[in-house]
């Protein structure tokens, strides 16, 4: 976490920002994304990317447990726990575990604005 936490209404704006350049400059206008892959991208992709990895914070993983518990087992495992999600002041830069407050919606409910900014439907 040496980059420090990750603000959730930081990271929408920018996601914001990125699909109004996006619209600005079209699907010509690429960039390498993410860094150092070689792989060139859409703003609107990149954009599209960004907003997925905002909600893979609360998502289950391949292993069913949410980044945003971090190692709290109780709530990683626990049926009565594990599908009510905390929408925390901030998160961990690198294991996207929720950090700060964690006892109101707060920003961080910009969440839901993300899964309508998605062009397919959640589960």
């Not at 420090?4 to 690429?30: C, K, S």
């Not at 993410?34 to 991208?41: C, E, F």
């Amino acid at each position: 976490n040496w980059r420090g936490p990750v603000w959730f209404p930081v990271n929408y704006l920018l996601v914001e920002a990125i699909g109004r350049f996006a619209r600005f400059f079209g699907e010509d206008f690429v960039v390498e994304h993410p860094t150092g892959s070689g792989v060139k991208r859409t703003l609107a992709e990149v954009a599209a990317d960004l907003n997925d990895r905002l909600i893979s914070t609360f998502r289950n993983d391949s292993a069913g447990r949410r980044p945003v518990f971090g190692d709290y087992e109780l709530f990683q495992s626990d049926p009565h726990w594990h599908d009510q999600l905390w929408f925390h002041e901030y998160f961990h830069g690198d294991t996207g575990a929720g950090l700060g407050a964690s006892h109101q919606t707060g920003w961080t409910g910009l969440v839901a604005a993300c899964l309508l900014h998605r062009p397919d439907p959640v589960e």
